[in-house]
């Protein structure tokens, strides 16, 4: 699990923590019933304070992310909750701030990046609106 901690964003660690996990269980790359990384074992990781990842996992934990099992560890609920709508667009926003920054550092300009971004969007609804034998819906 891959969780990008940027330090100048203005954003705190803590709120990254959380949408960087909120994004991995709703893309499914945190499976429901999975242990996620101890606090200890994250805060090594990213090499951040444990209180910061304490209190990312408690926010998570009141809004129903992540379960504690007393001497067991901390687990992915099943099954999750869904994300509102408030929440799915902060981490997406957070995702497109990555996107927008990797984009500017190949020396790809915004009008470059919506016209890749809209031809994957295309080539993605494509897909699934196509029937099993290959035809559209």
């Known amino acids: 699990m891959y969780l990008p901690i940027d330090t100048s964003s203005g954003m705190p660690i803590y709120r990254q923590i959380v949408n ?3 994004y991995h269980i709703a893309a499914g ?3 429901p019933g999975e242990k996620v990384p101890s606090v200890r074992e994250l805060c090594t990781r990213l090499k951040v304070n444990p209180a910061t990842v304490n209190k990312a996992y408690r926010e ?5 992310y ?3 099992r007393r001497g067991l560890g901390t687990f992915v609920p099943d099954p999750p909750p869904a994300p509102g709508a408030l929440e799915a667009e902060e981490v997406l926003a957070q995702k497109l701030d990555e996107l927008v920054t990797l984009a500017a550092t190949l020396g790809l300009d ?3 990046l919506l016209r890749i971004v809209k031809r994957r969007a295309d080539k993605l609804n494509s897909e699934r609106n196509a029937k099993p034998d290959g035809t559209r819906t």
């Open 110 to 112: 915004t009008a470059a």
């Open 60 to 64: 998570l934990e009141g809004q129903g």
């Open 29 to 31: 790359s945190l499976r």
């Open 20 to 22: 960087g996990l909120k």
């Open 66 to 68: 992540l379960e504690t």
